[in-house]
């Protein structure tokens, strides 16, 4: 057996190389310029958005009965669907005794920042064709869109208030609903200053096409529907504001307890007033080394091997990418500038200060261009 | 329910949901002239391969006619054929889940006879034999509905369904015995194979008034058949002769 081994380069389709080797098919890409995707490093992708029409403030639904969606967005990045969905409920604050208003009560300390912000419960679902629990990058989403809202200052407490209306039935059987904002006199009744209610948010994201990291594509979907996000005006039936229920406990104590029943209002909303200078979008980015031996071969003897060069990609997709790369940055940041949520993993390559700095100067950047979205895509 | 759900983020314990004031007079109104557009001016919306990690997808867009704005939308996914763990078997199988993304309005028993209904129509459609050891996986998302929760009157959506997972099922290249399509017709929907020699599902709602007459139902729903399925059948002519 003499017959020599012949060693013959194997070569596979782009999609191949790209499952199996992932970092090879990157290097590849990245020496011609040029990411797996066919973008160039800095370059985003394009992102559609549209409000659905799903919420029941939306002039296009004929049929509000049974909407409760308070804000709605659909967003496309890619090939990546993004839907939101915003409903809402209500919850009675516990006053107590010694109750006093918020502006005096609020101290500046770092602690008591966040409890003027109000929040949000995402719950994010990917869909990957399985059943069953959430799965970790779902829920790590969920929590990690909460905490950035909260912390990020975009709601401020006061808008979720709700300011209840009394609703009176007159001898005729007409009814007018009054409200304490819009006329001030007509409201004298004590239910205002014992009783506290404030909306609570939830969003339901639901992603298809999964294509690389999703917090910046559901934080930008969640801050586009939050725009659009109306609150209906609430009020309580004039009958059953003086509502008192005696409940005596074994005879000795009738302590009363008073119920409401708050009802929305399907034609009346008003927008959910956002801490503007606070409304922020997301980017992210990797930084890769530059493999000089995974470079195909250059023709002529040009051998200049810039050891070490790494370069700064912007929105990262794609199952070679994601795999990859490492090195990782995220940004929240507002059109001015100002810094809402940035995380950088250090990973293998280096981070250095002008990658940094490059990244943040691309994120702001992309927050206008999306801002600039929201406001040409309103209705 | 005493157990909390640690996986999600709920939010406050207490928080009612809020309960919209029941509008007086327009109930009536909406009713009435959707049932009677219903079979007249339907147009649908095709649209495959939408979801890029599926082996296949469908997306739907119903539409009433001149009520233009009240639409279904629905998107259908398939993932398989993929290889089932466990003992062997020398069929496929096959599960369908359905879910709604936005409102939630069907109570989730509804939502299990529906899947039901339609893993029984499609197990006997697809042909479970060429994929043994393997498993085929149907989501069905609806993005809007129409309709209202009270009304119960599921049948454009089951309807929509059919259609959407019989174009799905070809987007994936599964191999089915036939185009299966549904008709509506009152609160019946009718699945019909083989140019309509063959019914292979039948959903009969309860309050339906059309109690004995089962073969004209039948006849009623083959007409909206036909015309699904030729919609169904000229678009995967387009999007094939798009694609050479």
């Known amino acids: 057996m003499t017959d020599s081994i012949e060693l013959r380069p194997i070569s596979f389709h782009p999609d191949v190389l790209a499952r199996i080797a992932p970092d090879l098919s990157m290097q590849r890409h990245l020496s011609l310029g040029l990411r797996p995707s066919l973008r160039s490093f800095e370059e985003f992708r394009n992102v559609e958005i549209s409000d659905g029409g799903l919420s029941f403030a939306s002039k296009s639904d004929i049929d509000r009965k049974g909407n409760n969606i308070l804000g709605s967005n659909v967003l496309k990045c ?20 010694s109750y006093v208003d918020d502006e005096s009560a609020e101290s500046s ?21 399985r059943v069953g629990a959430p799965t970790d990058e779902e829920m790590t989403l969920s929590q990690r869109l909460h905490d950035c809202v909260l912390h990020s200052g975009l709601i401020p407490k006061k808008a979720l208030d709700v300011a209840v209306g009394i609703r009176s039935t007159d001898s005729e059987g007409s009814s007018s609903i009054l409200y304490p904002d819009e006329e001030e006199s007509a409201l004298s009744s004590g239910l205002k200053s014992r009783r506290k209610w404030t909306y609570v948010l939830y969003a339901k994201i639901q992603v298809f096409s999964r294509d690389g990291p999703l917090f910046e594509i ?23 504001a003086d509502l008192k229920i005696p409940v005596s406990m074994r005879g000795r104590s009738a302590t009363i307890r008073e119920t409401f029943d708050i009802i929305c209002d399907a034609s009346k909303f008003q927008p959910l007033r956002l801490n503007e200078e606070n409304v922020a979008f997301a980017s992210n980015f990797a930084i890769i080394d530059i493999d000089p031996e995974a470079e195909l071969p250059k023709d002529g003897d040009e051998m200049q091997v810039d050891q ?13 990418e994601e795999a990859s790369v490492f090195s990782t940055i995220s940004v929240i940041s507002s059109e001015s500038g100002r810094l809402k949520h940035f995380k950088v993993v250090g990973g293998s390559s280096n981070a250095s200060i002008e990658n940094l700095k490059k990244s943040l100067n691309l994120a702001r950047l992309r927050a206008s261009d999306l801002s600039a979205k929201a406001s040409n895509g309103a209705r | 329910m005493n157990i909390t759900d640690r996986r999600r983020i709920l939010g406050p314990s207490n928080a009612k949901p809020l309960i919209f004031e029941k509008p007086e007079s327009s109930e009536q109104e909406v009713q009435q002239p959707q049932e009677k557009s219903n079979v007249e001016n339907e147009s ?12 296949g997808s469908s997306y739907l867009e119903l539409k009433n006619g001149e009520l233009s704005e009240q639409c279904t939308i629905l998107l259908t996914s398939v ?6 763990r466990g003992a062997f078997s020398s069929k496929a199988s096959l599960s369908v889940q359905f879910k709604e993304v936005t409102i939630e309005k069907i109570p989730s028993g509804e939502l299990k006879e529906i899947c039901n209904f339609l893993s029984n129509i499609f197990s006997a459609v697809i042909n479970l034999e060429r994929y043994p050891k393997s498993g085929i996986d149907i989501f069905l998302s609806l993005v809007q509905n129409p309709t209202t929760s009270d009304e119960g009157n599921l049948q454009p959506i089951i309807a929509a369904c059919v259609n959407g997972i019989t174009l799905a099922l070809a987007d994936a ?57 030729k919609v169904i059948i000229e678009y995967l002519i387009r999007s094939r002769d798009a694609d050479i």
Request: proline residues 3%.
């Open chain 1, 109 to 129: 300390n770092g602690a008591d920042r966040l409890s003027r912000f109000g929040q949000i419960y995402p719950v994010v679902e990917v869909e990957r064709g």
């Open chain 2, 173 to 229: 290249g599964i191999e089915i015995f036939d185009t299966v399509s549904a008709g509506t017709y009152k609160r019946n929907v009718v699945a019909f194979s083989k140019n309509g020699t063959e019914v292979v599902g039948l959903w009969k709602d309860k309050e339906d008034d059309t109690e004995n007459n089962i073969l004209n139902v039948i006849e009623s729903c083959k007409e909206s058949y036909l015309k699904n399925r």
């Open chain 1, 218 to 240: 559901c934080w930008n979907s969640l801050i586009y529907a939050l725009k659009t996000t109306q609150l209906p005006r609430a009020f309580v039936d004039e009958r059953t």
């Open chain 2, 79 to 84: 993932y398989g054929p993929r290889p089932s």
């Open chain 1, 308 to 320: 070490g060069s790494s370069v700064l990609l912007a929105d990262i997709q794609g199952e070679a």
């Open chain 2, 44 to 55: 649908m919306y095709i649209k495959n391969g939408l979801v890029s990690n599926a082996n």
């Open chain 1, 78 to 97: 890619g090939k990546t669907m993004v839907v939101t969905s915003i409903t809402g409920g209500i919850v009675e604050e516990n006053i107590s005794g």
